[in-house]
């Protein structure tokens, strides 16, 4: 008698809700409620005044993008909304609530996460461990429980790690998920961020600088993973030099300009915007921020 083959464990738990916190809500980007709400937030470095009382609202379900030249303090604004750095003023909130991002962990459990744009990865440990230390943030066994092995943390490591296997497939990397991090290539370790990120089911991904270092066909998987990611439910913040990649994934773009924001609105708002010209001019950019059609 034939059988009828078997689900393999992955496939269960990525029948079971792969990103199941904001699923299918289908969001409308206008009448959407707020993920983020920022306001008034400064931080200074020295002499120096990385950011200047930005304000930005990130709209549930959205793919938002914040570009701007080099220095501009893009990644100073993940910083401070991780937990990295501490803002010299500003207000915070999260889903509606008031939120403080002080400590790195808090903010994970609060429900943001983030990539970096010089990768930080556990280089010596194996892909899927990487994956698998995110999920920590979210498990309540504990340090004793780990200790002394109880029923409920092996349990619980069980569906850890076949969640991290089942995030390896999703971001397309699960054939190297026994092998070290350092051994994966650029792109790779990009994305195992990515799966990392996710690992602890936040309600915004913060990805700084994704396609840096892919070639143009991994951009076009990042592109789509992207997609994939908010067709899930989830809301992206999208800090990245590639204009014609940002253009194309976002409705609604943030630009900084030493430390001040210049413009916001849709790409080809932004692209005609003068202050956003001329400040790709002062950079020697201005030639990828205007050519480049939505
Ligand atoms: N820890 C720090 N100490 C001192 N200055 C800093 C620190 N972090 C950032 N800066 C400065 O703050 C400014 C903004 O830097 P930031 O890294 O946020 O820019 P960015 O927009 O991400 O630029 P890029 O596109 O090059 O990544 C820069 O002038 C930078 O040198
Ligand atoms: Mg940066």
Redesign the pocket.
């Known amino acids: 008698m034939m059988h009828s083959p078997a689900r393999t464990p992955v496939q269960t738990v990525k029948a079971a809700h792969m990103l199941d916190r904001e699923k299918n809500l289908n969001l409308n980007e206008d009448t959407a409620p707020l993920v983020l709400s920022v306001e008034g937030v400064s931080k200074r470095?020295?002499g120096?005044q990385?950011l200047k009382d930005i304000n930005l609202n990130i709209t549930q379900g959205s793919i938002h993008g914040l570009i701007?030249?080099?220095?501009?303090?893009?990644?100073?604004?993940f910083?401070i909304i991780t937990g990295l750095?501490a803002a010299d003023a500003g207000e915070f909130r999260l889903l509606g609530k008031p939120y403080k991002p002080s400590q790195v962990h808090e903010v994970a459990r609060a429900g943001i996460a983030r990539t970096f744009?010089n990768i930080r990865l556990f280089k010596e440990m194996s892909v899927l461990e990487n994956v698998m230390v995110a999920r920590h943030v979210r498990t309540h066994s504990g340090l004793l429980g780990a200790i002394f092995r109880t029923a409920s943390f092996a349990k619980e490591e069980h569906e850890i790690r076949l969640r991290a296997f089942a995030l390896l497939d999703y971001v397309g990397i699960e054939r190297f998920a026994g092998v070290k991090a350092k051994t994966l290539s650029y792109g790779d370790q990009r994305r195992l961020e990515i799966a990392r990120a996710l690992a602890t089911d936040p309600h915004l991904l913060a990805l700084?600088?994704p396609a840096a270092g892919m070639n143009a066909t991994e951009k076009v998987e990042l592109k789509n993973l992207i997609e994939q990611i908010q067709r899930d439910g989830k809301t992206v913040l999208l800090?990245e030099?590639d204009v014609k990649l940002v253009m194309g994934l976002c409705k609604t773009l943030t630009v900084?300009d030493y430390?001040t924001k210049i413009a916001e609105g849709t790409p080809s708002e932004v692209q005609r915007n003068e202050r956003v010209i001329e400040a790709y001019l002062g950079s020697g950019a201005a030639h990828s921020i205007t050519t480049t059609t939505s």
């Open positions: 470095f020295g120096l990385a701007g030249p080099n220095g501009a303090g893009k990644t100073t604004f910083n750095y744009q700084d600088e800090i030099h900084l430390g």
